[in-house]
C-alpha cells in the first residue's frame, strides 16, 4: 500500500513562489509517474503538471506552463512542485496522486483524464492573495 502526503502549501501573494513536497510512503514507486491537481469548489479536478519516472521529463498544462515544474530528488520517495509568479487563480487545494509508468507519457495522459491515478495524496491548500 502506497501513501502519499503533500505539504508546503500556504498563503503567498501574486508574483511570489512556492515549493510544494509530496512524500511517499510504504511500498516503493520506482515505476510509478507523480502528477499534481489542483480543485477548487465547484470546479472539476485539473491536472496541472507531472514528472515522468522513465527519464525525468517535467510536463506542465497550458494554465501553468513555464510557472510551475514537477521535479524528484534522487530518493524516488519525495517529489516537488515549484510554483513561480503565482496568481490569484491559482489558489486551490493541490493534490500529489501516483500513476503506473506503463508508457513514457503516462503521467501526461493521466493529467488529461485519459487514464487514472492510482494513488492519491490527501491534498494541501495553496492561497493567493494580497
Known amino acids: 500500500q502506497v501513501q502519499l502526503v503533500e505539504s508546503g502549501g500556504g498563503l503567498v501573494q501574486p508574483g511570489g513562489s512556492l515549493t510544494l513536497s509530496c512524500a511517499a510512503s510504504g511500498s516503493t514507486l520506482d515505476r510509478y509517474d507523480i502528477g499534481w491537481f489542483r480543485q477548487t469548489p465547484g470546479k472539476e479536478r485539473e491536472g496541472v503538471s507531472c514528472?515522468?519516472?522513465?527519464?525525468?521529463?517535467?510536463y506542465s498544462s497550458n494554465s501553468v506552463k513555464g510557472r510551475f515544474t514537477s521535479s524528484t530528488d534522487n530518493t524516488r520517495k519525495t517529489w516537488y512542485l515549484q510554483m513561480n509568479n503565482l496568481k490569484p487563480e491559482d489558489t486551490a487545494v493541490y493534490y500529489c496522486?501516483?500513476?503506473?509508468?506503463?508508457?513514457?507519457?503516462?503521467?501526461?495522459?493521466?493529467?488529461?483524464?485519459?487514464?487514472?491515478?492510482?494513488?492519491w495524496g490527501q491534498g494541501t491548500q495553496v492561497t493567493v492573495s494580497s
Open positions: 514528472i515522468s519516472s522513465r527519464d525525468g521529463t517535467s
Open positions: 496522486a501516483a500513476i503506473s509508468s506503463l508508457s513514457k507519457e503516462m503521467c501526461w495522459l493521466g493529467l488529461q483524464g485519459v487514464y487514472d491515478y492510482d494513488y
